[in-house]
Structures are given as structure tokens and as C-alpha cells.
Nanobody, 115 residues
Framework: QVQLVESGGGLVQPGGSLRLSCAAK????????MGWYRQAPGKQRELVATITNGGSTNYADSVQGRFTISSDNAKNTVYLQMNSLKPEDTAVFYCNASPPSRAYWGQGTQVTVSS
């Protein structure tokens, strides 16, 4: 059984940066990959970025060039470095397996981009 706990969200001004962390309680090695997802108010949850066990990454067009996903397998932790944040990035961010599993959705971490 794996539990995923997101942290690092907060309020940031447009153009600012945040780094999100996803700590896995239990091994994530069995997962083919990990992903960050987000859900903005009134919208469906969407994929933001993924990383495979081999380190290959993929990004949504809306965050390409601004966000970077990485993982530290020794710490069972996945990160999302977010730069040049925009108001439209405001959402609750979640980590999960890639593809996601219903069993792994956590509470998420709120990111608010506002001046």
C-alpha cells in the first residue's frame, strides 16, 4: 500500500516560483511512473507532468518550459519545480502514479498565483 503526501503549495505573485514535493510512504519503485496533476476551480483535473522510472519526462503544453518534474528514488519523493507562475496556474496540485490510480489520490496542495 502506497500513500502519497503533497506539500509545498502556497500563495505566490505572478512570475514567482514554487517547488512542490510528493513524499511516498511505501515504495514507488513498483510504479511505472509518477505524475503531477492539478484541478482548478470549476474545471476537471488535468495532467501537468509525468516522469517514468527511467527518468523520461513529459509536460502539458501549458507548462512546457516553465515546470520541471524530477524524482529522488532514494527518498521516494517526486518534485515539481514551477517557475514563471501565472494566475491560470492557480489550482490544487496532486501527485499520483502515471497513469493515475484511484487508490492514490491524496489531499493535494493548493497553489494560488495572485498579486
Amino acid at each position: 500500500q502506497v500513500q502519497l503526501v503533497e506539500s509545498g503549495g502556497g500563495l505566490v505573485q505572478p512570475g514567482g516560483s514554487l517547488r512542490l514535493s510528493c513524499a511516498a510512504k511505501g515504495s514507488i519503485f513498483s510504479m511505472r511512473g509518477m505524475g503531477w496533476y492539478r484541478q482548478a476551480p470549476g474545471k476537471q483535473r488535468e495532467l501537468v507532468a509525468t516522469i517514468t522510472n527511467g527518468g523520461s519526462t513529459n509536460y502539458a503544453d501549458s507548462v512546457q518550459g516553465r515546470f520541471t518534474i524530477s524524482s529522488d528514488n532514494a527518498k521516494n519523493t517526486v518534485y515539481l519545480q514551477m517557475n514563471s507562475l501565472k494566475p491560470e496556474d492557480t489550482a490544487v496540485f496532486y501527485c499520483n502514479a502515471s497513469p493515475p490510480s484511484r487508490a492514490y489520490w491524496g489531499q493535494g496542495t493548493q497553489v494560488t498565483v495572485s498579486s
